[in-house]
């Protein structure tokens, strides 16, 4: 695996080839004081400064190298850089200007997912650069990524909810943080009954995992992940098209995670709880059955009307462990629905917030970060259409309308009344291929919610 932190480094005067980004309004201006060298490779490449393309200009000697990058105009943005550390040959470049937020593109664009096939050996490429405060955000935020992917890549028969257990526990260790397991029947014992009957019927037995990290005085903060490590979809199975990539269903606690570990990193003076629910969602005798009505740990009682709408159930019991902390935030990630998918498309997470100015505070923060989010209301409302005739409640609002917000709905119920709570309903995969963000499991919202904390509690 590649070591990303070893992919942008501090300029110290070693040779290196110059890159330098450019626009397309600003290439000819700059051609204009080139030599007649630059000018013929320039045009010989047909290179017009859009954005991801890159061109290698060849010089006299190493040092007259010049790479080019062609980028928005502006301030270089994440993905600024990401088509030319995949299309420039290995080797050592020099930033020519201040590298922005483009070193997270730079890094990610070298990362691959290798865990079951050999990848042909490919040289690094290394970005020296004078803007030394922007290294090691971008490392950061680049090494979470990283891990929120692959996490999301590896298949359901190497990640069960023991396994992502165990991810966590070697995750955590290095910063001390106390992680507690609890599985199979001992959850009924003490208190998770929606989260077991969401995966009793997976010969791989669900867990819930907590950790604790920071010092109790500091302001609690309260993280969690949705863990399905698959998704039939139970009794409702889902059609071949709707299971073949249910092995990312546990991408929020993926989010989770990797924010987690973020926040330890950064050494934030806060006292950490992360919480992830982890089941997979399978189909056995034992299998929840639509009609049935099953507990939680905050006493209400579901009504479950379809075995599909499995996620909020194991969170409606993270979410009542959190709250009994008396978090002053609490910040949950999930697959949820697709009804977000539908409204949003994959790239935007639909945000969900119970106070107006945290949610401001949250989508400035994406857009600020590059990772940006949408608001959608918990529109009150749509509560009735899940209500129960015979439960508190039902798991999944009858028809199609509002689905996203139903789901969050659902969860908020189990939020105390003026405890501050963000939902993103993130869909953790990236469909279609681009510079820097291969298909596959990918961080949406990540690198927004953590802008959003440094900037509380830096």
């Known amino acids: 695996m590649i070591d990303l932190a070893a992919l942008l480094v501090a300029a110290d005067g070693q040779p290196a080839i110059s890159l330098l980004p450019i626009a397309a309004d600003g290439l000819a201006a700059w051609l204009a004081g080139q030599g007649e060298r630059v000018r013929t490779g320039v045009a010989a490449q047909g290179f017009a400064g859009a954005p991801g393309t890159a061109a290698m200009i060849a010089g006299d000697g190493p040092s007259d190298w010049l790479a080019l990058a062609g980028v928005p105009p502006g301030p270089l943005g994440p993905w600024a850089l990401a088509a030319a550390a995949q299309k420039l040959p290995a080797g050592r470049y020099g930033l020519a200007g201040e590298l922005g937020q483009a070193g997270l593109g730079w890094c990610l664009a070298q990362h ?37 992917r692959d996490l999301v ?6 990640l069960t909810p023991a396994d992502l257990a165990q991810v966590v526990i070697d995750t955590l260790r290095p910063y ?25 019927a997976a010969a791989a037995t669900p867990r819930l995992i907590e950790a ?4 109790p005085d500091h302001p609690r903060l309260a993280i969690i992940g949705k863990g399905i490590t698959f998704d039939s979809g139970g009794l409702n199975i889902k059609p071949t098209s709707g299971m073949a990539a249910m092995k990312k269903d546990m991408g929020g606690a993926a989010h989770a995670l990797a924010l987690a570990r973020m926040v330890m990193q950064a050494r934030l003076p806060v006292r950490l709880h992360l919480v992830i629910p982890a089941a997979e969602n399978a189909i056995a005798g034992n299998a929840m059955r639509p009609g049935d009505v099953i507990a939680t740990r905050a006493g209400k009682s579901i009504e479950i009307t379809n075995t599909d709408a499995e ?36 790239q935007l997470p639909a945000l969900f917030a119970n106070d107006d100015a945290l949610a401001s505070e949250a989508m400035a923060a994406g857009m600020a970060a590059g990772d940006p989010l949408w ?59 681009k510079p820097g963000r291969p298909k596959g499991g990918e961080a949406l919202g990540l690198r927004a919610i953590w802008a959003l904390l440094r900037g509380r509690y830096a």
Not at 153 to 158: S, V, W
Not at 380 to 396: G, T
Request: with cysteine; aromatic share 8%.
């Open 375 to 433: 608001r959608l209301p918990l529109w009150a409302p749509y509560a009735d259409m899940l209500k129960s005739d015979v439960a508190d409640m039902v798991n999944s609002a009858d028809g199609g309308f509002a689905g996203a917000i139903t789901a969050a709905l659902f969860l908020e119920a189990f939020v105390p009344p003026g405890m501050a709570w963000l939902h993103l309903d993130t869909f953790a995969w990236t469909p279609a291929s």
């Open 176 to 200: 001390n943080a106390d992680v507690r397991v609890v599985a199979g029947e001992a959850l009924l014992e003490q208190g998770f009954p929606a989260l077991h009957a969401v995966g009793r």
């Open 112 to 148: 691959r997912f290798t865990r079951y096939r050999r990848a042909a050996p490919e040289g690094l490429r290394v970005l020296a650069t004078s803007s030394l405060a922007a290294i090691a955000p971008a490392v950061m935020a680049a090494q979470a990524t990283a891990l929120v």
């Open 153 to 158: 890549n590896t298949p359901a028969c190497d």
């Open 311 to 346: 996620g909020r159930l194991v969170l409606c019991d993270a979410i009542a462990l959190a709250a009994e902390q008396k978090p002053e935030l609490m910040i949950d990630f999930a697959t949820l629905t697709g009804a977000a998918r539908v409204a949003l498309g994959p």
């Open 212 to 215: 604790n990290w920071g010092n």
